[in-house]
């Protein structure tokens, strides 16, 4: 018996996920080491970090809840800085300052150049955006067409945010969101 | 006048003593009217798919005929994060052209090639729709109404059709398909387009199994070569 049907293959073989992608900038370009170390989670989500520890990158993707129309993070940002600035007040002629590493730098005045310290930042990133519903395949299932509306943040080593493409595309690392330091 | 009579009685002779013989006979026009067999057990096969086809082919020429089909299918379909339901109905049109010589007037078998135009229309919706967002943990919920689409497409065909006995006949056909436009597919794409096959793809093969009856309509006069040994 000869029938009349297309075989159709069961698997989902398509991206569910809907990423924000986010490029750090510093100095207007995007380097590598803009960021020595990076941390992430979704708030409510501590026990389970998006990024757990990565080294000199400068572009990530954190998944938005495609059941809400707001998504939230914890950012932490490792930079190394080359300068610190103390006030006026601080610290006399050839006062010692422990740093984070065990490196002590001998103050000559109050702007002084170090090498390698590390600067630990806290940022909270919010994130909104529209939704719309659609088939990904029947295979795989629904999900939404997501719209960046605005991206917000706490300012401690944040200078900026532009969006530089408010469609997330499934599946696809373009840049959605710029980050200048 | 003399020499016209010669000439006419010389080609004569040549033609007798050849053999060969333009002889007329009739050849009974008819409408073949045939049903897919093979969609009365896609149910067996694919639980959630049920249609029916009907076709019909008729002689304009010798060895060229009108074709075309006609169906229904329907689509039930549950899976874990939706189910999917279309109806609709699809026709197609157009020629088949008769390899098989042949020098018996009253022979109607076929080995044959041919196009076709189809066209579908169906509605379909998406109920129980879950979505789950694995980091975050969340669930929610969404139903589709009901959304129209339509389908153009193109056809190649081949095949047969033999004779069992007297104007009943059984044949099978293979196609091969490739869209030309469609409609309504923005948010969801059907699962299946009836005559069609995937709605995902751009183009589908198809494979029918048909049983067959012509009904005999009037008797033409033709001219018939025949070979004499």
Redesign the interface.
């Known amino acids: 018996?000869?029938?009349?049907?297309?075989c159709?293959n069961e698997s989902c073989m398509e991206s569910l996920?809907n990423n924000v992608t986010i490029n750090f900038y510093k100095d207007n370009t995007t380097k590598d080491s803009a960021i020595y170390n990076f941390y992430a989670y979704?708030i409510g989500?501590n026990d389970?970090l998006?990024y757990d520890s990565v080294l000199m990158k400068s572009s990530f993707n954190l998944?938005l809840?495609?059941?809400?129309d707001t998504?939230r993070f914890e950012l932490t940002l490792i930079t190394i800085t080359d300068t610190i600035h103390l006030p006026d007040s601080c610290c006399p002629r050839d006062s010692i300052i422990k740093t984070p590493l065990p490196d002590t730098i001998k103050i000559y005045k109050p702007t002084f150049k170090v090498k390698n310290i590390y600067d630990t930042i806290h940022e909270t990133l919010i994130v909104s955006y529209s939704r719309e519903?659609?088939?990904v395949?029947?295979e795989?299932?629904?999900?939404?067409i997501i719209k960046l509306d605005s991206v917000w943040s706490t300012k401690n080593i944040i200078d900026s945010i532009y969006l530089s493409n408010p469609t997330i595309e499934r599946g696809i690392d373009a840049e959605n969101v710029k980050i200048f330091l | 006048m003399q020499k016209m009579l010669k000439y006419f009685f010389s080609i004569g002779a040549l033609l007798l003593f050849s053999g060969i013989l333009f002889a007329q006979s009739e050849r009974v026009k008819g409408l073949r009217l045939g049903v897919?067999i093979?969609?009365f057990?896609?149910p067996y096969?694919?639980a959630e798919?049920e249609g029916y086809?009907v076709s019909a082919d008729f002689e304009i020429k010798r060895d060229i005929y009108l074709a075309g089909e006609y169906g229904v299918e329907s689509i039930n379909?549950e899976?874990?994060?939706?189910n999917?339901i279309s109806d609709g109905y699809y026709f197609r049109a157009g020629f088949d052209k008769n390899f098989m010589k042949s020098e018996d007037p009253s022979e109607y078998e076929m080995v044959f090639g041919g196009l076709r135009y189809g066209f579908a229309s169906q509605t379909h919706s998406?109920n129980t729709?879950?979505?789950y967002?694995p980091?975050?943990?969340?669930?929610?919920s969404?139903n589709?109404s009901d959304a129209a689409c339509q389908t153009h497409w193109i056809e190649i065909v081949g095949g047969i059709k033999v004779e069992l006995f007297r104007n009943f006949f059984m044949g099978?056909s293979v196609?091969g398909r490739i869209r030309l436009a469609h409609s309504g597919y923005s948010?969801?794409?059907p699962?299946?387009v009836p005559g069609y096959?995937?709605g995902?793809?751009k183009s589908?093969?198809?494979?029918?199994?048909s049983l067959y009856y012509r009904i005999p309509l009037y008797k033409q006069t033709v001219d018939y070569k025949q070979t004499e040994d």
């Open positions: 018996m000869i029938f009349a049907f297309s159709r996920t979704g989500k389970n998006i998944p809840n495609i059941n809400s998504s519903i659609e088939l395949s029947h795989c299932g629904f999900s939404y | 897919d093979s969609r057990a896609l096969i694919q798919h086809e379909l899976k874990e994060t939706h999917y998406g729709i879950i979505i967002d980091y975050w943990v969340s669930e929610s969404a589709l099978w196609r948010i969801m794409e699962y299946n096959g995937n995902a793809k589908n093969l198809g494979l029918n199994f």
